[in-house]
């Protein structure tokens, strides 16, 4: 089968399309014809060997893919043979083919495309735990929240899924093209942070009181900028580091406003940790991705995918991450598809 094959930690550029191994189908594994499958900046970080996590080597990276069920292993009960379904994988989305644990499964509805349902297995999955799940952010009526990069896969999710649970939503971004994609999709206020910077807006916005969430995937000073404008006893979220910089929070100023700062790394609920807990919080995601499904279903959810690229063109689709040119998800598709 063809595929992306990493047989030695190196920069994404240097990767090429080769003909690669398919997949051995273990018990309780599911076997899938890629229709689609994401990229993303964290998939630069694992080709390079920079990622927390590091496949073995070779291997093909991906760690979300679309497709249909085409062969079951063992003890597999939710799925059969041509059921449309999209996975959280450990790797290899990017190839023809992929297998991916019964677990990480989902089946999806009829009326999402494929190349959609990608959006769904991380940008929409990761903001519902950071927003919904009660021990992280907890978002709900009468809370304003804060989302950076909100023209991107993770921040347009959290503007849509933070309006659905009745949040005031106040969306940062660097464009002006930006900004009309975060209020298309329900922000009540948007600021184009490169016109200089956002605290003075926001606190004019809140009252003088600041933001009660803070959902960041950028970092760095963004991250320090948005200490500067949030309310006492708010919640703050680094949910990655587009911007280059990993941020060292001040302890000070958490104990100064009574600040709590939540971190969330999905893989712990998908088997990316050294202890695997996928099937201790299996019931928890299946949950929450049937909601979000229903959602979607109900019109409450327009998964934004700006750009999509045949496999071949696998090398343009990372360019475009890590241009930042993508307004929403880019996606890669296999010929059929």
Known sequence: MRGVLVREWTAFENLELRDCPVPELGPGQVRIATKAAGMSFATSLVVAGKYQRKPPLPFTPGTEAAGIVTEVGAQVSRFKVGDRVTAVLDWGGQAEECTAHEVNTFALPDSLPFHKAICFTNSYSTSYAALIWPHLLGVGPGKTVLIHGAAGGIGVAAI??????????????????????ATEHGA???????????????LALTDGIGADIIYDPVGGEVFAESLRCIAPEGRIMPVGFAGGTIQQIPANILLVKNIT???????????????DMRDEYDQQMSDSMAELFSWYEQGLLKPRVSHVFPLEKFQDAMSTVLARKALGRVAIVMDDA
């Not at 009540?188 to 926001?202: A, K, L, M, P, S």
């Not at 700062?261 to 202890?275: D, E, F, Q």
């Open 160 to 181: 849509e899924i933070s309006k659905i649970k009745g949040a005031t939503v106040i969306a940062t971004v660097g464009s002006e093209e930006k900004r009309a994609i």
């Open 188 to 202: 009540d206020h948007t600021i184009n942070y490169r016109e200089g910077g956002f605290r003075e807006e926001v």
């Open 261 to 275: 700062v939540c971190g969330l790394n999905l893989g712990y609920y998908m088997g990316w940790s050294p202890r």
